[in-house]
């Protein structure tokens, strides 16, 4: 999809531009230096589970309301890279600046305020929260955060974002989906070597133990029998003590291990091009008995599986 506000009569622009950021992302409200002369251009490539946009603007702020947010019905997650200046970013009670070099993490599910001082040139990659919930923890741990990535994974990252850009015309809906998972494990990769992605509510012991339990626990989804002392030897510490540390970030172990493997099945319910049945995903994650797995499925997400993957194929592309 592209769109440029050089087709458009000057006393539309900012309106039509406020309409095409809202489809794209989700709902916003703009505020313009200049509304009359604002001159903007996107292009956006769908990628499977993911999205990836190209913004070159003058100056704007966008907003994100509490009543925008409560319409939502999905969850998603903005990553935006600069390219030619500085922004500014607020979000429930964090402020942060991301010059060029680095990225910021933006929740779809919470009010916001983003500046643009200037005229910039941005990178933005659209993924659902649930994606990076199933392999870096909860969203809240990370976000309005601002992310060197001038070396080491994250300047990987930006790396592969600018050179797949432009070739991405050029591939199929397979191809494009294989890159937007490839683009979220090398995100997932850049967020985990920052050591703030731990619980900051635990001490930092803790939540170094607490952290390296859920990595192998992520990795290791797939065996139906996997069990909490598994995870306690493997991370060198006692069955009790592992347990304690589930229970105080808010749930038990064989919760965070459910919820854990019904988010990689929903990943896998979006997957346009998997050739899987639903009962085969629900095996290849670890459980195993179909009608549990459709159960707990409603009560998390409160649809069926088939109906969630019916409704995924039924959303709009970029």
């Known amino acids: 999809m592209e769109f440029s506000t050089q087709a458009t009569e000057p006393g539309a622009r900012s309106s039509c531009w406020q309409n095409v950021i809202s489809d794209t992302f989700f709902p916003l409200d ?3 230096r ?18 990836l946009s190209r913004l070159k603007t003058d100056a704007i702020l966008y907003r994100r309301n509490q009543r925008q947010v409560l319409t939502e019905r999905e969850k998603t997650l903005l990553i935006t890279v600069p390219e030619l200046a500085e922004v500014q970013f607020e979000q429930c009670n964090r402020e942060t600046r991301c010059r060029p070099g680095g990225f910021l993490i933006e929740r779809g599910d919470a009010p916001y305020e983003f500046r643009q001082p200037g005229a910039n040139s941005l990178w933005v990659l659209k993924v659902p929260s649930s994606a990076l ?35 991405l015309d ?41 952290f390296r339990a859920e990595q ?32 105080d970030s808010g749930r038990s ?13 929903d990943e896998e319910l979006r997957k346009a091009n998997t050739p899987h049945s ?29 109906q969630a993957r019916s409704e995924y194929r039924l959303q709009p592309l970029c």
């Open 30 to 32: 703009t505020v313009f």
């Open 34 to 51: 200049e509304e009359d002369r604002f001159n903007g251009d996107l292009k956006c490539w769908s990628l499977g589970l993911a999205s």
């Open 133 to 167: 919930r199933a392999r870096v923890g909860p969203p809240e741990r990370f976000s309005a955060f601002s992310f060197d990535a001038q070396q080491g994974v994250g300047a990987y990252f930006i790396d592969t974002i600018r050179s797949t850009a432009k070739r």
């Open 170 to 210: 050029e591939l199929n809906s397979a191809a494009k989906e294989t890159i937007g998972q490839q683009l979220i494990d090398l995100l997932c990769l850049a967020i985990q070597d920052d050591e703030r992605v731990l619980d900051s509510n635990l001490s930092s012991v803790r939540a170094a133990h607490l």
């Open 216 to 247: 192998y626990i992520r990795a290791n989804l797939a065996k139906g029998d996997l069990q909490p002392q598994d995870v306690a030897d493997a991370c060198g510490i006692s069955l009790r003590y592992l347990q304690r540390l589930f229970t």
């Open 253 to 265: 172990i064989y919760e965070w291990i459910r919820e854990q493997r019904l988010l990689m099945c």
């Open 278 to 306: 639903i009962s085969e995903i629900a095996y290849r994650w670890g459980f195993a008995d179909q009608s549990q797995f459709s159960k707990n499925y409603r009560m998390y997400f409160g649809r069926s599986p088939s």
